[in-house]
């Protein structure tokens, strides 16, 4: 793990990493140290690791809860290089969306969620092995999840496949090829949707809900189409993972 | 409106009190005077004033956020004199659900509520009327609604009625004679629905959170039956009437 930089702002301490050829970010607070819970937060697809809606969560996640917050690129997105094939398919999507058929018709979207997957979750684990490394995570506290849309179906693979997660924060998406990995899933769970999301139609959102194996999982809709999560939501996410994951304790 | 027993606890103020034949109970911060938000709470069928779902979230609203909590026992019950019709039909339902059918079955449910609602919504009213007039409460502060279940049904009746209610939580009520009536609601909801609720199957539940005419409007669903709501919702509830109805201001 290589740091490249380190600035602070806000109280906020950010240092961008690559572990390998990996691209991260990791906020802390700026004063304190010692191991504190990690919350790992997805990007959605177009999004890079900075982008608003990550960085809108993190901030508060770290000045609120003193957590340490870190999101990396998925491939082909933010300073990750161009990756063809998922070029090739996000090109054929939007083919499709441009001749008015959703994005999600076709082969291709369930081929681009794969190859998504298939370097991305060991990437999230990858990070997860180096960050739990650092003083300032260590590997004593508990681990969360943020992610929606393309990050809530990364989310429902990741927190299936990895243990070190205990609570996560999914939704937004509604795939069926997703619901017997929701089926292994037995950590709470807050789980967002949108009413008029057209992209993942309610039913098929419900439908993963329904089929997660968490005791504790809450689902929260809200009016208005897929990019139009309330900001009370964010209030929402921050006191799930304070009750999931503990406070940062007295080093915050 | 006469006081008929004052008594501190734990910081709280509570007055019992009677406005006519009206039986209600207030509860105010010990310490501190002058007007607040009001947040009125109806409780759940064959339950009073003083049930647990009541006080645990009264006490919460009035410690953490300086609100007066109010709540008024329904026709029938508590301290009220025994109301023939509505134990008519209460009979009849329960020799319903002995008989294995389910109570809403037949027209005893939809009469039961009109009944109720009759003589609650009027009262609910006149409590607020007085409330409004103590110093402890004024009428220069936003007034919220709680209720699910029966209190949930008689909540739609009341916040569509009473424009100084200004945000209510609602739910774990699905009747299908409610959809006009939730549409001319228009303050912000949180609604609630009982993933397994027998008794209010969730597309019943949805449907109402659909029809509702809130511009923000929110549905938190959790697993389990009819009674099983969450401990942590109280606490989503305790934020939801902050945010809407601001603090007591600097006397709390």
Not at 17 to 39: C, K, N, Q, Y
Not at 89 to 97: D, G, H, T, Y
Not at 207 to 224: C, I, M, Q, V, Y
């Amino acid at each position: 793990m290589r740091i490249t930089s380190e600035t602070f702002t806000d109280g906020i301490r950010e240092q961008l990493f690559t572990i390998g050829d990996i691209p991260g970010v990791l906020w802390t607070p700026a004063e304190g140290s010692g191991p504190r819970p990690l919350v790992l937060i997805g990007h959605g697809g177009g999004q890079h690791k900075k982008g608003w809606e990550v960085v809108s969560r993190a901030f508060p996640y770290v000045t609120s809860c003193g957590f340490a917050v870190a999101a990396i690129d998925a491939p082909g997105t933010g300073d990750r290089p161009e990756h063809p094939e998922i070029r090739r398919l996000v090109a054929l999507i939007q083919e499709r969306e441009a001749a008015g058929e959703p994005f999600w018709f076709g082969p291709e979207w369930p081929a681009l969620n794969e190859t998504v997957a298939a370097q991305l979750i060991p990437d999230w684990q990858t990070t997860l092995d180096a960050l739990q490394k650092l003083d300032s995570v260590g590997d004593s506290q508990p681990v969360g999840y943020y992610g929606l849309s393309q990050a809530g179906e990364m989310g429902i693979r990741l927190v299936a496949a990895e243990s070190r997660i205990k609570a996560a924060v999914l939704g937004l998406t509604g795939s069926d090829w997703l619901t017997d990995t929701a089926a292994r899933i037995t950590i709470p769970v807050e789980f967002l949707l949108q009413w008029d999301d057209e992209g993942n139609p309610r039913d098929s959102v419900m439908k993963l809900f329904d089929a997660l194996g968490s005791a504790e999982k809450t689902l929260h809709a809200n009016p208005g189409s897929h990019f139009r999560v309330p900001s009370f939501e964010i209030d929402s996410s921050i006191r799930f993972f304070a009750r999931h994951l503990g406070s940062a304790g007295s080093s915050f």
